[in-house]
T-cell receptor, first 114, second 116 residues
């Protein structure tokens, strides 16, 4: 089983719908992240969380919200999806104890907003 | 603030040829640098990382990268390309270097095509 699991892996939805992407991890890491990947733009940080009570906005947080339900779970919500939120979304974790910033990624959730 | 620039969004090589993927960074502090690879329909996996030890870093699958402070570069190389190396490659810098904030800043990505 994957250490970082994302659900759903693929989702097609319509403009205006509420969408939640979920992430769970078994690595025991305290830090979790949501990134968005678009062709030619690399990965951009949406939100990150250093522990259950510490949530921070990233580079492109507008239109998104997150919830850290437990150390192992971090979900991303789109309250009212729009077509330019069509992208590949990645959850990632890191371990503050190693202090290198290395990220461990899930396999991604591909979201299409029509 | 840190930033990363990958030169060339697409690189095409013949099987057996040298692979060279270019990455330049900007950082106000000594950086930690990473190369990740993404195979089709998969997440990103770490190829190698530089964290201020040896400047020549060896990674998985025969890849290596050299940290050159004077050139602010961290280019990825492999002596002989294999068909299985076809993927997208991302260079990244850890924000804040050794005092990192836990965030990675990614380049735009380079797609490597390997021709038979």
């Amino acid at each position: 089983d994957a250490d970082v699991t994302q659900t759903p892996r693929n989702r097609i939805t319509k403009t205006g719908k509420r969408i939640m992407l979920e992430c769970s991890q078994t690595k025991g890491h305290d830090r979790m992240y949501w990134y968005r990947q678009d062709p030619g733009l690399g990965l951009r940080l949406i939100y990150y969380s250093f522990d259950v009570k510490d949530i921070n906005k990233g580079e492109i947080s507008d239109g998104y919200s997150v919830s850290r339900q437990a150390q192992a779970k971090f979900s991303l919500s789109l309250e009212s999806a729009i077509p330019n939120q069509t992208a590949l979304y990645f959850c990632a974790t890191s371990d503050w104890q190693t202090n290198t910033g290395e990220l461990f990624f899930g396999e991604g959730s591909r979201l299409t907003v029509l | 603030a840190q930033s990363v620039t990958q030169l060339g969004s697409h690189v095409s090589v013949s099987e057996g040829a040298l692979v060279l993927l270019r990455c330049n960074y900007s950082s106000s502090v000594p950086p930690y640098l990473f190369w990740y690879v993404q195979y089709p329909n998969q997440g990103l996996q770490l190829l190698l990382k530089y964290t201020s030890a040896a400047t020549l870093v060896k990674g998985i699958n025969g890849f290596e990268a050299e940290f050159k402070k004077s050139e602010t570069s961290f280019h990825l190389t492999k002596p002989s390309a294999h068909m299985s190396d076809a993927a997208e490659y991302f260079c990244a810098v850890s924000e804040g270097g050794s005092g990192n904030t836990g965030k990675l800043i990614f380049g735009q990505g380079t797609t490597l095509q390997v021709k038979p």
